[in-house]
Structure formats: C-alpha cells, structure tokens
Nanobody, 134 residues
Framework: EVQLVESGGGLVQPGGSLRLSCAAS????????MNWVRQTPGKGLEWVSG???????YYADFVKGRSTISRDNAMMTLHLQMHNLRTEDTGVYYC????????????????????????????WGQGTQVTVSS
C-alpha cells in the first residue's frame, strides 16, 4: 500500500522545537522530490520546505534559518526539524510529493508557490498537528 504517515507534532510553547517525521511505504521513495506543506488557520495551505532526490534543500522564507529538512532513503523517512516555533506555525503539516505516485489513494493535490516557482503538490497522509501556544 502506498502510504505517507506523518508524526511528531504536538503542543509546544513559543520558542520551542519539534521534529516532524514522515514514513513512506509502497513506492520508490528515493526517486521522488519530497516536501512539507501545511494548512494553517491564518493562511490556508502553503508550502514549507522541500528536498530533492540529490538532497538539495529549499525553504520558505517564514521557516528559513529555523528549520532543517532531511531524508533517510534507506529508512524511507522524511524529517523536518523546527526550532524557535511561533504561534503562526500552528497548523497541520503534511509531507508531499511533486509527482503523483501510482497507487496512492485519497490524494489531495494543489498548486503551490515554492522558492523554485509554482509546483503541484500531492499529499495523502493524515497530517500531524502542530500547536504553538503559551
């Protein structure tokens, strides 16, 4: 089964840190550029960060300098380490691919603006809730 399972979210105070994880299965994870996107109460759906198949990384301005994206192809996992969290980071975080993965079910797709231009994002996990609040 083609799956993306996000985890690692939670309630954290402003200034705190979280490490989000995404476990992939059922497809050739290493061949896909991977991303994190988020759904926030204030701004809706937005792109957060991306990493391509050769480990080049990209960040939205609002997380640049306080987040690190990484991937472990052997373990088929994607991570997002976030520091100095702000209340506006509150939202549901999803991992996403830039190409449709055959066999994925319940896929949501959206065009999003990234630092490399507009790109399609496909996500089908349950997401992980991040709440930043004092």
């Amino acid at each position: 089964e083609v799956q993306l399972v996000e985890s690692g979210g939670g309630l954290v105070q402003p200034g705190g840190s979280l490490r989000l994880s995404c476990a992939a299965s059922g497809f050739t994870f290493s061949a896909y550029d991977m991303n994190w996107v988020r759904q926030t109460p204030g701004k809706g759906l937005e792109w957060v960060s991306g990493i391509n198949s050769v480990n080049s990384t990209y960040y939205a301005d609002f997380v640049k300098g306080r987040s690190t994206i990484s991937r472990d192809n052997a373990m088929m996992t994607l991570h997002l380490q976030m520091h100095n969290l702000r209340t506006e980071d509150t939202g549901v975080y999803y991992c996403a691919t830039e190409e449709y993965v055959p066999g994925a079910r319940g896929v949501s797709a959206a065009r999003m603006q990234t630092v490399r231009g507009w790109s399609a994002m496909y996500y089908w996990g349950q997401g992980t809730q991040v709440t930043v609040s004092s």
